[in-house]
């Protein structure tokens, strides 16, 4: 071999291991995930490094994304040696099911190709949903109401969210006004209702609407607005009762206030129901004066019990001391041996005027049969071996009584008048009423002593302590 073409060989050596290298580019992503809702879009920044004085056209494309996901730009030239950064929006269609989604950024230019990885995740707007327990409110007037109300958030949700009632009258109110939510758990706040006294009776379906930002979610409240219970005072005519065991004694309620219905209850000392004794009536007006009826259980033993008269109106109770004495025999039954009018014995007629009240004397004696009845006037109204205090006798209509030959019964058992009767101050001393048309004492004959039978003169009857309910007997009535 010559010198010639060892030198041409040399030379071509060494021109192969100068060669210029190959042109190239590297992508690289920052944030390399997006979380993205569905119909909104997110934004990554991408990194074009040239290498080996690169320059051209690249095209971009997402790979392995669900049809919805779309990308911008999707080319852009580099003609420089610095890294290019480009912002990539990657946006999604409303349609796009929630979910994460590993998607591939693929850059081309020529023959050279590129990728990098992108996580996108498709999740659901932050949220939250409302509820109320109860979601029913019952206030009286002039009163407030508390319910509980539980923000509970979605997708990440947290932030402040305003409270308002919506359909609600003049004097209905809430507080508070809003409710923070700081984390994934629910958040559960007190709301109080407050109803003033001007706000009118009746049922109201309210909405509570929570908004934060351009979120507003809302629940229903139905609030009732009633009125308030009016006040009461209950007064015992007696405080002290006796009966046998399965006997019935009675007294007056005196019931005082502006207006409702009052519950009764006889309970113990200790405030539970007293069922050995039935209380009737179980309910009153108010105000009013009813006469209790207390039936004790035969099987009620003998001794003292301390009970009381509960009444209770809406959220308002009271109650009132009553000592109930059960004797240990069942009394004997009395009859009248003789009235007295002050500190005569009846004998002739009286004049008697409608509404004037007049004191009689009345003495019972013991019946030696338990099973005869003592007479009408009274009959139902003694129970035990005595009649407490004086008969307080009120003659509704102008009468005449006598006193026949047959008893002191007997001119009252046919005659129309009712005899009402309230308990008078035992031991008292008796009072002579004043006579019609003078207070002389003359009596005076009246032009109608005996009025017929249904007459319906004079005021109506009213009760009083120590007599049942109802008359007994032919138009004679001791209550």
């Not at 209950?234 to 405080?239: A, D, I, Q, R």
Request: aromatic content about 4%; some cysteine.
């Amino acid at each position: 071999m010559g010198p010639f073409r060892v030198a041409l060989l040399i030379v071509l050596a060494l021109a192969g291991c100068w060669q210029t290298p190959a042109w190239d580019f590297t992508l690289s992503l920052v944030p390399t995930s997006l979380t993205v809702q569905p119909g909104e879009s997110g934004t990554t920044t991408l990194t074009l490094t040239p290498q080996n004085g690169f320059t051209g056209t690249v095209s971009l494309a997402l790979l392995n994304g669900p049809n919805g996901v779309y990308l911008s730009p999707t080319s852009f030239r580099v003609s420089g040696t610095s890294p290019l950064r480009e912002n990539l929006t990657v946006t999604v269609a409303s349609d796009v099911a929630p979910g994460t989604y590993p998607l591939t950024l693929k850059g081309t230019s020529g023959s050279l190709t590129k990728t990098v990885p992108l996580t996108l995740t498709v999740a659901l707007p932050p949220d939250f949903t409302l509820s109320l327990s109860p979601s029913t409110l019952t206030v009286q007037q002039g009163g407030s109401g508390n319910t509980q109300l539980t923000v509970t958030p979605q997708n990440g949700f947290t932030g402040t969210v305003g409270l308002t009632l919506v359909g609600a009258p003049a004097g209905v109110s809430i507080s508070p006004t809003s409710v923070p939510v700081t984390g994934s758990s629910p958040a559960v706040q007190t709301l109080t209702v407050s109803v003033a006294s001007s706000v009118a009776t009746g049922t109201y379906t309210l909405t509570l609407k929570g908004t934060s930002g351009s979120l507003s979610r809302t629940t229903t409240l139905t609030l009732t607005v009633t009125t308030p219970p009016s006040d009461f005072n209950m007064v015992l005519e007696s405080n002290t009762l006796s009966l046998p065991p399965g006997g019935t004694a009675y007294v007056r309620l005196s019931v005082t206030g502006s207006g409702g219905t009052l519950t009764l209850q006889l309970v113990d000392a200790q405030g539970n129901p007293f069922t050995p004794v039935v209380l009737s009536p179980t309910s009153t007006p108010i105000p009013s004066a009813p006469v209790l009826e207390l039936r004790a259980s035969p099987s009620l033993a003998p001794g003292t019990y301390p009970l009381k008269v509960r009444g209770t109106s809406g959220a308002l109770t009271q109650e009132v001391g009553l000592t109930l004495q059960v004797n240990g025999q069942t009394g004997q039954n009395l009859s009248i041996a003789r009235v007295e009018w002050g500190q005569s014995v009846l004998k002739e007629s009286l004049r008697l005027v409608a509404g004037k009240e007049v004191l009689l004397r009345v003495h019972l004696v013991a019946s030696p049969s338990p099973h005869q009845p003592l007479c009408a006037p009274f009959g139902g109204g003694v129970r035990g071996e005595h009649l407490p205090g004086q008969p307080h006798l009120h003659l509704p209509e102008p009468s005449s009584y006598r006193h026949p030959p047959g008893g002191p019964c007997h001119h009252l058992q046919h005659h129309p008048s009712r005899l009402l009767g309230n308990p008078g101050p035992p031991g008292g001393t008796p009072r002579r009423p004043q006579q019609p048309g003078g207070g002389n004492g003359r009596k005076r004959q009246h032009p109608h002593p005996h009025p017929p039978s249904g007459s319906g003169h004079g005021p109506p009857p009213h009760r009083g302590a120590g007599g049942p309910p109802g008359g007994h007997g032919h138009g004679a009535e001791l209550r």
